[in-house]
């Protein structure tokens, strides 16, 4: 059972207030449950209660207030341990450690990302499609994917993102995409060379 010891009483042997469970008033007045004679604590002026482990203190509009470890409160939980000070009169909570129990969490599943199969050539191929190449890597879960198994979300404006099927993380193009665009860039920008260098000849021929 939570206990108030007061320490610092003038004149006054050390006492030990029990508290019992629920709202203990405290005062100068009869009308509290603990009446306390000192010319500095109102007639009302606080109230301690007691839930279960729990102690909490409500300074009762007090004239001179109620402090906990020398500082004023309105309303505050109180430990074991720490002073409650009336006035000039100090008390020491003497309660038993609050002991929290948390349930026991289960351990979470761990996920097993699968491996993808690499082709002929090397790169992996899709994880839902064993013969194509993985156009679109996740870099969350690292989960390759065809164009056909990733997920498309269509933007205001137009643009789309390529959005991992599995854990929904924006994707970005493979090795093999990057191997691929560059190939075609190079294979167009020969070609438009090629055009260019014919246009200058024939302008040339024309203008003799």
């Known amino acids: 059972m939570a206990k108030l010891i007061i320490k610092s009483a003038i004149e006054r042997p050390a006492k030990v207030i029990e508290l019992k469970p ?64 009336l006035g000039t009169v100090e008390l020491v909570l003497d309660a038993p450690a609050i002991r929290l129990v948390l349930p026991e969490l289960p351990k979470p599943e761990q996920v097993t990302i699968p491996t993808p ?37 269509r933007r205001v404006g137009g643009m789309h993102l390529k959005l991992c099927p599995a854990c929904s993380n924006v994707c970005h193009l493979t090795a093999w995409s990057e191997m691929m665009r560059n190939k075609k860039k190079g294979f167009f920008g020969t070609l438009v060379s090629k055009l260019s260098d014919g246009i200058k000849r024939t302008t040339k021929q024309l203008s003799k």
């Open 22 to 85: 629920g709202v203990n008033s405290f005062g100068r007045s009869a009308e509290n449950d603990h009446v306390i004679e000192d010319a500095e604590i109102s007639d009302l002026h606080c109230e301690v209660l007691v839930d279960n482990d729990f102690v909490f203190v409500r300074d009762l509009d007090s004239t001179n207030g109620t402090f906990i470890d020398g500082d004023p409160v309105r309303e505050s939980a109180l430990y074991g341990g720490q002073s409650l000070r």
């Open 117 to 153: 199969i690499p082709l002929a050539d090397g790169y992996p191929a899709c994880l839902g499609h064993a013969t194509r190449h993985a156009v679109w890597e996740c870099p969350h879960c690292t989960r390759v994917h065809c164009d056909e198994c990733i997920r498309k979300l």
